[in-house]
């Protein structure tokens, strides 16, 4: 209730700033500023917590109902401070000030606020060229402003990553509204360095990269062929690898290689990472019924010589349908492309009646 009374009210104070796009804009109106002056913060130590109840319910009083009583010391003061107070834009408890003179009497200023009520103290940054305010940098370039974006060091923008269930439309505007707010934000002169940040700002923005890698977290890590692509020794053709895969990956068609370089394609709706496991038991029993094992039996392969890649994930399908046997056709489109029949693979058959 006190917000929705008060907010209004505030609002229509000279100091009071809406946003960054409120400050950029009375930053801008400030026009050429000649001579030397100082920019400055000032931020409030613990704010809420150091406001006195009594003084508090005082100044709302005399804001709601528009007091302005001032004794003559107190016009000497205020006269004095705006010989040398060209700017004071509050935004919460935050303060930008643009003040003309030295730093002594800058300084001595802040003494002046701070001294003014024992419970409410102001932190000071002042500098003569550049000076950091909300998430903008204020530089100082001859008699103009240059503006230009700011975070702090401990800033994370990583906040969603690129597979998350959000609709499509809310992950590809990320990246616009991000460029857009540096187009708003930073001086015609300085876009072209700002919309290069650091890359762990904007890791977070577009997919992550395509191709098979490895989790680092799972004992079949070190069986991986990592990559984005593979070469077929049949067809000798190279396949590009479409999406992000890992040993977590499932609902997968995936390939095996052996030391031989024949390759055995499957699928599995389990991560791919549990199927490999059961192909290296199989080799490791000696089961002489299933083709993977019984061609290392045969050849005198170990489960340590067998490697795997994952070639294509199947998604749920957005229409519906059924994914599994969505799955089971891309396996056989992929021996048939591949020609990994016996004997130029490991594959025994495939069953076209899935396409029937």
């Known amino acids: ?120 103290k102001f932190t000071m940054t002042a500098d003569l060229h550049s000076v950091n305010f909300l998430d903008v940098q204020i530089i100082r370039s001859q008699d103009r402003f240059l503006t230009r974006m700011f975070s702090k060091p401990t800033d994370r923008n990583q906040l969603l990553t690129f597979d998350s269930f959000h609709p499509p439309a809310v992950k590809k505007s990320i990246p616009i509204s991000q460029f857009t707010r540096v187009c708003s934000t930073v001086g015609k002169r300085l876009v072209r360095t700002d919309m290069r940040p650091p890359q762990r700002q904007y890791t977070f ?49 995936y390939m095996l290689v052996c030391p031989c370089n024949l390759v055995y394609i499957g699928e599995t709706t389990q991560r791919i990472r549990d199927r490999f496991s059961q192909h290296r038991s199989t080799v490791n029993t000696k089961n002489s019924v299933l083709p993977v094992s019984k061609h290392c039996l045969e050849k005198g392969h170990s489960a340590e010589d067998l490697r795997f890649r994952v070639i294509q994930h199947v998604p749920q399908p957005r229409r519906g349908g059924d994914r599994v046997m969505l799955l089971k056709r891309t396996e056989v489109q992929w021996i048939h492309r591949l020609k990994s029949l016996s004997p130029n693979g490991l594959n025994r058959d495939f069953d076209l009646h899935l396409f029937i």
């Open 205 to 253: 923005l577009g997919p992550p990269r395509e191709g098979m890698f490895r989790c680092k977290g799972c004992a079949q890590c070190r069986f991986v062929l990592t990559g984005d692509s593979f070469c077929s020794m049949v067809t000798n053709r190279t396949y590009k690898i479409r999406g992000h895969h890992s040993c977590e990956t499932s609902y997968v068609v």
């Open 1 to 120: 209730m006190l917000d929705r009374v008060l907010s209004p009210l505030i609002q229509k104070t000279k100091s009071y700033l809406r946003d960054t796009s409120d400050f950029l804009g009375k930053l801008d109106a400030l026009g050429k500023v000649e001579g030397t002056i100082w920019l400055a913060t000032l931020d409030v130590a613990s704010l809420d917590t150091s406001i006195p109840h009594q003084q508090g319910l005082q100044a709302t009083e005399l804001l709601l109902v528009n007091s302005g009583i001032y004794n003559k010391d107190e016009i000497i003061f205020f006269m004095e401070i705006l010989k040398h107070c060209l700017a004071w834009w509050r935004y919460i408890d935050d303060v930008f000030l643009i003040w003309r003179g030295d730093l002594d009497s800058l300084s001595a200023f802040r003494e002046a606020i701070n001294n003014a009520n024992d419970d409410i």
